[in-house]
Nanobody, 123 residues
Framework: QVQLVESGGGLVQAGGSLRLSCAASGRTFSNYVRGWFRQAPGKERDFVAGISYNGVAYYADSVKGRFTISRDNTKNTVYLQMNSLKPEDTAVYYC?????????????????WGQGTQVTVSS
């Protein structure tokens, strides 16, 4: 059974930074694409960033230049460094794993999900 556990969410003022972590357990994840999505109240779950097993990243246009995704395969952990945060970044952030398709932004392409962590950016 695959388990993903996110941490690092919280409340921050606009312009601030947060770093999210997603620790995986259950089996080796190094050969699959992992990603981050977010969901604001009343909205669909949207793609934020993805990363291949060898560290090649891709981003949603709304976060490009502000967010950085990275991974440590030895620790089975993926990170999302979020800088210059805006109120519109407020959402529950979800870690996703096990996609076989680098570049995908589709929820359905990620079979494994964490429980989510709340990020709130105040103006």
């Amino acid at each position: 059974q695959v388990q993903l556990v996110e941490s690092g969410g919280g409340l921050v003022q606009a312009g601030g930074s947060l770093r999210l972590s997603c620790a995986a357990s259950g089996r080796t994840f190094s050969n699959y694409v992992r990603g981050w999505f977010r969901q604001a109240p009343g909205k669909e779950r949207d793609f934020v960033a993805g990363i291949s097993y060898n560290g090649v990243a891709y981003y949603a246009d709304s976060v490009k230049g502000r967010f950085t995704i990275s991974r440590d395969n030895t620790k089975n952990t993926v990170y999302l460094q979020m800088n210059s945060l805006k109120p519109e970044d407020t959402a529950v952030y979800y870690c996703a794993a096990d996609s076989a398709t680098w570049g995908t932004r589709q929820v359905d392409d990620f079979p494994s999900w964490g429980q989510g962590t709340q990020v709130t950016v105040s103006s």
